[in-house]
């Protein structure tokens, strides 16, 4: 079974700054997806950002990129020029294909990081 | 673009009695997923249908049940209801084989049980 740890419960960035948020995950699979997803306080899952494991290229997608070490089982998220409209919760999650593959599986997710931006 | 669609989104219900969540997945989408969020914690899987079969199976309760019907909506069905049931349940669809959809969450509905 996999399991997904985030050791940070809460962080806190100044509007404008970057923040970095941890993820670590424990698989013995080779291929798989990870994502973070942010929750705001309308409890809306959105996903942030994916990064599939067989791609050594770090995913980044506008001012979110991550650190992937595929070696370690880290997945942190950088969140760069923080925005007001970034306070949520963070999750990290890991999900395992199915079907060869071809079918995408549960998401396993971790604790969370509620991430607050000040101004 | 269309989104996935959940009803309703709120739902108040006494102990004992039993509830139905539907969901509406976006359209082509054949899998669904369903997630139970507790106060405070993160979402945990509890089932999943692709093509209408069940494919995976999570903490779900034997008082839940759930199914995925011909035009691919899904019905969480729940009874005896439990003060600890209340939370948010999500539902998230995605196409088989296409990579950039997967796991698109509904806005979930909410449950308290009093």
């Known amino acids: 079974a996999q399991t997904v740890t985030q050791s940070q419960p809460e962080m806190s960035v100044q509007e404008a700054e970057t923040v970095t948020l941890s993820c670590t995950y424990d698989?013995?699979?080779?291929?798989?997806?990870l994502f973070w997803y942010k929750q705001p306080p309308s409890r809306q899952m959105i996903l942030v950002i994916r990064?599939?494991?067989?791609?050594?290229q770090n995913a980044t997608e506008n001012r979110f990129s991550v650190n992937f070490q595929k070696a370690a089982k880290s997945f942190s998220l950088k969140i760069s020029d923080s925005q007001l409209g970034d306070t949520a919760m963070y999750f990290c999650?890991?999900?395992?294909?199915?079907?060869?593959?071809?079918?995408?599986?549960?998401?396993?997710f971790g604790q969370g990081t509620i991430l607050t931006v000040h101004p | 673009a269309a989104g996935v669609i959940q009803s309703p989104r709120h739902l108040i219900k006494e102990k004992r009695e039993t509830a139905t969540l539907k969901c509406y997945p976006i359209?082509?989408?054949?899998?669904v997923y369903w997630y139970q969020q507790g106060p405070g914690q993160d979402p945990q899987f509890l089932i999943s249908?692709?093509?209408?079969?069940?494919?995976d199976k999570g903490s779900i309760p034997d008082r839940f049940s759930a199914q995925q019907f011909s035009d691919y909506h899904s019905e969480l069905n729940m009874s005896s209801l439990e003060l600890g049931d209340s939370a948010l349940y999500f539902c998230?669809?995605?196409?088989?084989?296409?990579?950039?959809?997967?796991?698109?969450f509904g806005s979930g509905t909410r449950l308290t049980v009093v």
């Open positions: 999650a890991f999900m395992k294909p199915i079907a060869g593959g071809t079918s995408y599986g549960k998401l396993t």
């Open positions: 698989t013995s699979e080779n291929n798989y997806y």
């Open positions: 990064q599939e494991a067989y791609k050594q």
């Open positions: 359209p082509r989408h054949d899998t």
């Open positions: 249908f692709y093509e209408k079969m069940q494919s």
């Open positions: 998230a669809s995605a196409e088989t084989g296409q990579g950039s959809n997967y796991n698109t």
